[in-house]
């Protein structure tokens, strides 16, 4: 069985700061996959966030949050993460982190997700 857990989630400030993690347990190289994030807001469909190849070497993220968020990965803990800076309300959602099994992320073949994890940011 695969596993994927984040933390971090909770409520800051417009123009804040926070760091979510996913960290990855069961049978599941964690070292040999992409990595990607996702959010869903209330009543919107689940998009895209950003994402990290299996060497940390690549990422690419949405244009909606370029330049303010951040994924990087430490493979050793078999955990990634998603920096998030300079916040704003529209950032609000659950977020989620989530592996297609390849070493770049195939979104529409995404394998295991993890439960989600709630950032909200006030005005």
């Known amino acids: 069985q695969v596993r994927l857990q984040e933390s971090g989630g909770g409520l800051v400030q417009a123009g804040g700061s926070l760091r979510l993690s996913c960290t990855a347990s069961?049978?599941?190289?964690?070292?040999?996959?992409?990595v990607g994030w996702f959010r869903q807001a209330p009543g919107k469909e689940r998009e895209f966030v950003g994402q990290?190849?299996?060497?940390?070497?690549?990422?690419s993220y949405a244009d909606s949050v370029k330049g303010r968020f951040t994924v990087s990965r430490d493979n050793a803990k078999n955990t990634a993460y998603l920096q998030m800076d300079s916040l704003k309300p529209e950032d609000t959602a659950v977020y989620y982190c989530?592996?297609?099994?390849?070493?770049?992320?195939?979104?529409?073949?995404?394998?295991?997700w993890g439960q989600g994890t709630q950032v909200t940011v006030s005005s």
């Open positions: 989530a592996t297609s099994g390849t070493v770049h992320l195939v979104v529409h073949a995404i394998r295991y």
């Open positions: 069961g049978r599941l190289s964690f070292s040999n996959y992409a």
């Open positions: 990290i190849n299996w060497t940390g070497g690549s990422t």
